[in-house]
C-alpha cells in the first residue's frame, strides 16, 4: 500500500508542476484590465504517462485536449479541415506554397511572466520528438524568426 500512495503522490507532483510551469498564459482581452478572479476545476479521465504531458514527446495516443489544456499551439485545427488562430493572430502563405509566416498575438506570457517569441516557437518545433517528428522535419528546409513576432517556416515542397 505504501508505494500505491508513493506513486499516487509523485503523479500529483509531476502533474502539478507541468501545470505550474507549462504552456503560455493568454493575453487579457482588450478592455480588461485585470484577470478573472475565482478558482476554475478541471478534470478528465486519462491513462496518459506523465512523460506524455510534454508535447515534444507525444505519442499518437495522447489526446490534444489534454495538450491544449497545458500548451498553445500557432494555429489549431478546427472540423471541416479548418485552421483557427491560436498563438498566431495571423498567418499567409506564399503563392508558390512553400512559406508560411505567422504573426504572433502580442502580450501573450510563459506562466513565469517571460514573453512568448518566435525563437520559443522555432525551439519547440526543433525539440519536437514525437511520432510525427521525421515526417514534420523532412518537410521544413528551415525555420526563420525575422523579430520577435514573427515566425517563418520555408518547406522543402508544397
Known sequence: MPEVRT????????????????????????????????QMTWGVHTTLVPSYF??????????YMMLYALHDAVVKPMPGKTLTPSLAESWNSSPDGLMYD???????????????????VKF????????????LKEH???IETPDPGRVRFRLKQP
Do not use: M, Q
Open 54 to 63: 510534454d508535447p515534444a514527446d507525444t505519442l499518437i495516443g495522447t489526446s
Open 7 to 38: 506513486a499516487r503522490l509523485t503523479a500529483l507532483l509531476v502533474l502539478g508542476t507541468l501545470l505550474a510551469f507549462a504552456g503560455p498564459v493568454a493575453a487579457l482581452p482588450e478592455g480588461r484590465s485585470e484577470a478573472p478572479g475565482g
Open 140 to 142: 521544413v528546409a528551415t
Open 102 to 120: 505567422f504573426v504572433l498575438r502580442k502580450g501573450v506570457k510563459f506562466h513565469n511572466g517571460d514573453p512568448v517569441t518566435a525563437e520559443d
Open 124 to 135: 519547440s518545433f526543433e525539440r519536437y520528438r514525437g511520432i510525427y517528428a521525421k515526417s
